[in-house]
């Protein structure tokens, strides 16, 4: 059984908790608990506040920081203050694999075509189809040649190639780069959150670090004060032991 003298009431929510649930307000970081003091100017450094509720308010106070730095605030940041509330990854394996199941007949169809025609193999194939036909309307037929020079049916094909190979292309590259466009977002969520974080750990390390120099000044004084009670029952223990004819000499 729990020893109710081991509860701790929270300051926020009024709930009782045991004490292993509760954070003391001293030892919130310093812009946290301002924060907090805000909505509840009540609060004191002796109380405590529940584990359950703190991320609500880490969340608050990372939405206030955010929208007095970078104004107002998108989709995406509030992505990310959800994720700190809720305690989410927000990074995602990058597989395209679930994308690449859904395309459509089209999608499929530009996607070949886009890598067909931006591979060696086509600018070879394509190269040794021009020099055929230059060759077979100079060199082969000297008579009835179906495109004789300046190659007027020969530039007509290329211009219709190029006038259905161009959007099928970008087709592909629109795909492309909507799946870039997703992953920069990410990217941007995952270090926007990385540098919330690290800016949290160094405020948490640095109000560690003068809290711990504090106390260990509080400590050097009691131990003064101590060496200080030793020494002089030291020379009261000496003063009593010394003989009275020895005094009266002196």
């Known amino acids: 059984m729990t020893d109710p003298s081991d509860n701790r009431t929270c300051a926020i929510s009024g709930k009782t908790v045991a004490a292993s649930d509760c954070i003391p307000c001293a030892s919130l970081r310093p812009s946290l608990l301002a924060f907090i003091r805000k909505k509840h100017p009540e609060l004191s450094d002796d109380e405590c506040i529940s584990r359950d509720i703190l991320p609500e308010l880490k969340a608050a106070f990372v939405e206030e920081a955010l929208s007095e730095e970078i104004g107002e605030i998108t989709d995406l940041e509030r992505n990310v203050i959800e994720s700190i509330r809720e305690h989410e990854v927000i990074s995602e394996h990058p597989d395209d694999t679930e994308e690449l199941s859904t395309r459509s007949f089209g999608d499929r169809l530009a996607d070949r075509i ?10 070879i194939i394509f190269a040794t189809f021009i020099f055929g036909w230059i060759l077979l309307n100079v060199v082969i037929l000297t008579t009835k040649q179906p495109d004789p020079y300046p190659f007027i049916l020969l530039n007509l094909l290329l211009s219709c190639l190029a006038a259905f190979q161009a959007p099928v292309i970008m087709m592909s590259q629109n795909r492309g780069e909507a799946r870039d466009r997703k992953r920069a977002e990410q990217d941007y969520q995952i270090n926007l959150k990385a540098e919330l974080e690290i800016r949290h750990l160094h405020e948490k390390l640095d109000h560690l670090l003068h809290h711990h120099g504090e106390r260990l000044l509080e400590i050097q004084t ?9 020494v002089d029952r030291g020379k009261e223990k000496e003063g009593a032991s010394s003989p009275p004819g020895e005094d009266a000499g002196r």
């Open 114 to 123: 886009a890598s067909f025609g931006g591979s060696w193999k086509f600018i």
């Open 222 to 230: 009691i131990q003064t004060e101590l060496l200080r009670q030793l």
